[in-house]
C-alpha cells in the first residue's frame, strides 16, 4: 500500500520541487511559498527523512561547469545470480552516481546500467575499464549523449492558473493537485 500524502505536504512538495529559495532564509520562504510555519516544515521533513521518502537535502552541481564533461550511461550484461555483488561493486566506485538493474529485453541482455563521470571521455573509459576489472564483467556497453533534449527536476504538483478558485473577496487562490494522490 502506497503512501498518502497529506494537503499540507502537497504545499511542501509544490513550494520545493523545483529546489530552495534562493535567498539568506530558504526555509523560512519556502514554508511562507507552502502556507505553513518553517517550523511545520521543517517537521514534514524530518517526517519524510525518518520515513525515507527523502534521502537527503543538496545542491546540484552542473558537472560540465565544474570541468566533469565527460559522463556515460554504461549498460552491464550481468549474471543473474551475481547481480547484487556486482552491483554493490560498480556502484562503490566514487565516479558513479546512479547504479540500477532493469529487466532485459530479446535483443538487449544488458540488465544493470551505471552512470560514470569523469573529466572527458578517456577518464570515463578508463573508469569503466577497471570498473569490469573490478567485478569480473566484460560484457557492457559505453552509451554516450549525443544531443541533451531535456533534463529539469520532476514535477509532482500542478500549480498554474487552471487550478486556482476566488475566495469570498474574489482574490485568486491557488488550489493546488496532484498527479498521483499516493506515492507508491
Known amino acids: 500500500m502506497g503512501y498518502h500524502i497529506t494537503e499540507v505536504e502537497k504545499r511542501v512538495l509544490a513550494a520545493l520541487q523545483a529546489g530552495f529559495p534562493r535567498s539568506r532564509t530558504p526555509y523560512k520562504d519556502a514554508a511562507e511559498q507552502a502556507g505553513i510555519s518553517t517550523e511545520q516544515l521543517l517537521a514534514v ?18 558537472h560540465e561547469k565544474v570541468g566533469l564533461s ?3 550511461m554504461v549498460a552491464w550484461q550481468v549474471d543473474q545470480d551475481v547481480v547484487e555483488r556486482v ?6 566506485f566514487k565516479e558513479v552516481s546512479h547504479a540500477y538493474e532493469r ?8 540488465n544493470v ?5 569523469g573529466t572527458d571521455a578517456r577518464q570515463v573509459e578508463r573508469t569503466v575499464k ?32 487552471r487550478s486556482s478558485t476566488l475566495d469570498a473577496r474574489g482574490t485568486r487562490q491557488s488550489r493546488i493537485e496532484n498527479r498521483e494522490s499516493s506515492i507508491e
Open 45 to 62: 521533513l524530518r517526517d519524510w527523512k525518518e520515513q525515507g521518502i527523502l534521502r537527503r537535502i543538496g545542491a546540484i552541481v552542473h
Open 70 to 72: 565527460g559522463g556515460a
Open 87 to 92: 552491483g554493490t561493486t560498480l556502484a562503490g
Open 103 to 110: 529487466k532485459t529485453e530479446e535483443n538487449w541482455p544488458y
Open 113 to 117: 546500467y551505471t552512470m560514470v563521470h
Open 130 to 161: 577497471r570498473m569490469s576489472e573490478a567485478c569480473g564483467v566484460r560484457d557492457y556497453r559505453i552509451l554516450t549523449t549525443e544531443r541533451e533534449l531535456k533534463k529539469v527536476p520532476p514535477t509532482y504538483i500542478v500549480n498554474d492558473s
